[in-house]
């Protein structure tokens, strides 16, 4: 079970770091000027929602905006917080992951729900999306199950201070 909770802390901490690089730089030209981003970053941008049709980052319908800000607001920083906590094996980790897998499936789960019933988005596009549902579920389970080696939530060890009976 070690094995697992590592290779799960692994995807975990590859999956903050990507939202910890791509919410602000990819994520945020959708609600902020473009004036803020240098012209690689629109440009990335513009060809991604070009080359795989992403009507939702090309148009910007209300809700998508919305989870743009949810995700800017709420889901970036507990991002950094939960890589901080994977890299300093933190105790409340647990709690930061299932808040955040939840509100991110929460996203994830609009999202990917708009893209079918739509009729307009490619396989491939509903391809791209679905992994971040994944993701968010094993942050879930990462927050919900207990890990080998781990301590209790206090990150102490139980008192031992009592006089033994003889």
């Not at 070009?50 to 910007?60: C, H, I, M, R, S």
């Not at 396989?123 to 791209?128: E, P, V």
């Not at 992994?131 to 781990?150: D, N, T």
Request: charged residues 15%.
């Amino acid at each position: 079970m070690g094995a697992v909770s590592k290779l799960t802390d692994a995807v975990l901490f590859l999956f903050f770091l990507t939202i910890a690089l791509a919410a602000p730089l990819i994520d945020g030209q959708t609600i902020l000027p473009s004036d803020l981003y240098p012209a690689f970053l629109v440009d990335l941008k513009s060809w991604y929602a070009t080359e795989f049709g992403d009507y939702l980052v090309a148009e910007k319908p209300h809700f998508f905006v919305g989870l743009v800000w949810l995700e800017l607001v709420f889901q970036w920083p507990l991002a950094l917080i939960c890589l901080y906590g994977l890299v300093a094996s933190k105790p409340w980790l647990n709690t930061t992951c299932l808040i955040y897998g939840s509100s991110v499936s929460t996203a994830m789960v609009v999202i990917l729900a708009e893209l079918t019933a739509s009729g307009k988005a490619s396989d491939t596009l509903i391809r791209i999306y679905s992994p971040f549902l994944g993701l968010s579920v094993l942050a879930i389970l990462r927050g919900l199950l207990s890990h080998p080696g781990k301590s209790s939530a206090t990150g102490k060890r139980p008192v031992t201070n009592r006089k033994k009976r003889v």
